[in-house]
C-alpha cells in the first residue's frame, strides 16, 4: 500500500505533497533498493519519465522529479544496478 499511495502523492498537484513523497521513494530506495525492483521500474516509467514528457505537468512537478533523478544519479552503484537490472534483464523496461 505504501507504493500506491506514494505513487498518488508524486502526482499531487500539491508541490509539498508531491515533494515528500518523492523524498520517501528516494529513501526508500536508498535503503531497499535490492528489494524494491518492481517497484523503481513503475516509479521511472510512472512517475519520472511521464511527468517529464507531458506537456501539461507543471514547472514545478518537473523540477522536482529532475532532483530525484538527480539524487538517483548521484549514487554510482544505484547507475550500475539500474542498467544492470533493467537494461540488461530481458523481463524488464530499458530505463536508460
Known amino acids: 500500500y505504501?507504493?500506491?499511495?506514494?505513487?498518488?502523492?508524486?502526482?499531487?498537484?500539491?508541490?509539498?505533497?508531491?515533494?515528500?513523497?518523492?523524498?520517501?521513494f528516494l529513501l526508500l530506495v536508498k535503503k531497499f533498493k535490492n528489494q524494491l525492483k518492481a517497484e523503481i521500474e513503475v516509479f521511472v516509467l510512472n512517475i519520472f519519465l511521464r511527468v517529464l514528457e507531458s506537456p501539461n505537468s507543471p514547472f514545478e512537478q518537473k523540477v522536482l522529479v529532475l532532483?530525484?533523478?538527480?539524487?538517483?544519479?548521484?549514487?554510482?552503484?544505484?547507475?550500475?544496478?539500474?542498467?544492470?537490472?533493467?537494461?540488461?534483464d530481458f523481463d524488464a523496461v530499458n530505463l536508460y
Open 2 to 24: 505504501l507504493c500506491v499511495s506514494l505513487l498518488k502523492n508524486c502526482m499531487s498537484n500539491q508541490t509539498a505533497v508531491a515533494h515528500l513523497s518523492l523524498k520517501i
Open 67 to 88: 532532483e530525484a533523478l538527480r539524487a538517483l544519479c548521484a549514487d554510482p552503484q544505484m547507475l550500475t544496478q539500474l542498467f544492470l537490472n533493467y537494461d540488461c
